[in-house]
C-alpha cells in the first residue's frame, strides 16, 4: 500500500501571498488531519476532516483552511502569508473515525518558507 | 489530550536495549497510549500503541504500568537508524495527537 502523499514537498512563498498544500492519503483512509510543526512550537494540529466534514480545528487564525474531496484527498490553504507560517506542513491519515485506538500515518510534509 | 512527560534525551549504544519512559499521571481509562517517532527530515513515524496490556509488533514492544500512569517503549535492539525523536502521546476522546517534545535518542556506533 501506497503511504500519505504530499505535495508539493518544497516551497518558497513571499509575504502576502497565499499557498495551497495537496495530501493523498493511505488508501481507504478518510480521517485527514493536518498539523504545523516550527522549531519554536512544535507539532501542533490544525484541523481534521472525515467524509470532506471539518470535524475539528485547532488554535489557528482563518487564514488558514482546509478541505477534503470524495476521494479523501485534501488539501490545505494559506492566505496572506506570514513569515511566522514558515514551517513543516504534515498532512496524517487514519483508517476508520479516527478515534483514540487508531493510528495515524504521516507523509513526509511540506516545507513551506515565506520570504 | 493531555501531555505526557518524558526525558528530552537519551543515549544508547548500537545493539543493545533501549528503554524509552513515559509518564502519564492523568491518563483515564479509555485513553490509548501511542507512540511515534521522527527521523529528520521526515513526517512522524507510527510504532506502536496500546490500552492496558503490554503490546508486541516488529518494531518494538510497549510496556504500560499496571496503574497505567506510565508506560515503557522498548527497542529491543537499537541500530544507527533508531536515532529519532520519540514521542509518547496519550490519546483519547479528541481525534488529534497533541505532540509534548518527546525524547532525542541518540544511538552510538
Known amino acids: 500500500k501506497a503511504g500519505v502523499t504530499q505535495t508539493p514537498r518544497y516551497l518558497i512563498k513571499t509575504r502576502g501571498q497565499q499557498v495551497t498544500l495537496s495530501c493523498s492519503p493511505i488508501s481507504g483512509h478518510r480521517s485527514v488531519s493536518w498539523y504545523q510543526q516550527t522549531p519554536g512550537q512544535g507539532l501542533q494540529f490544525l484541523f481534521e476532516y472525515f467524509s470532506e466534514t471539518q470535524r475539528n480545528k485547532g488554535n489557528f487564525p482563518g487564514r488558514f483552511s482546509g478541505r477534503q474531496f470524495s476521494n479523501s484527498r485534501s488539501e490545505m490553504n494559506v492566505s496572506t502569508l506570514e513569515l511566522g507560517d514558515s514551517a513543516l506542513y504534515l498532512c496524517?491519515?487514519?483508517?476508520?473515525?479516527?478515534?483514540?485506538?487508531?493510528?495515524?500515518?504521516f507523509g513526509d510534509g511540506t516545507r513551506l518558507s515565506i520570504l | 489530550d493531555a501531555k505526557t512527560t518524558q526525558p528530552n534525551s537519551m543515549e544508547s549504544n548500537e545493539e543493545e536495549p533501549v528503554h524509552l519512559p513515559c509518564n502519564h499521571s492523568t491518563i483515564s481509562g479509555t485513553d490509548y497510549i501511542h507512540w511515534y517517532r521522527q527521523l529528520p527530515s521526515q513526517g512522524p513515524e507510527y510504532v506502536i500503541h496500546g490500552l492496558t496490556s503490554n503490546v508486541n509488533n516488529r518494531m518494538a514492544s510497549l510496556a504500560i504500568a499496571e496503574d497505567r500512569k506510565s508506560s515503557t517503549l522498548i527497542l529491543h535492539r537499537a541500530t544507527l537508524r533508531d536515532a529519532a525523536v520519540y514521542y509518547c502521546?496519550?490519546?483519547?476522546?479528541?481525534?488529534?495527537?497533541?505532540f509534548g517534545s518527546g525524547t532525542q535518542l541518540t544511538v552510538l556506533p
Open positions: 502521546i496519550q490519546k483519547g476522546s479528541a481525534r488529534q495527537l497533541t
Open positions: 496524517a491519515s487514519s483508517e476508520g473515525t479516527g478515534g483514540s485506538n487508531q493510528p495515524q500515518h
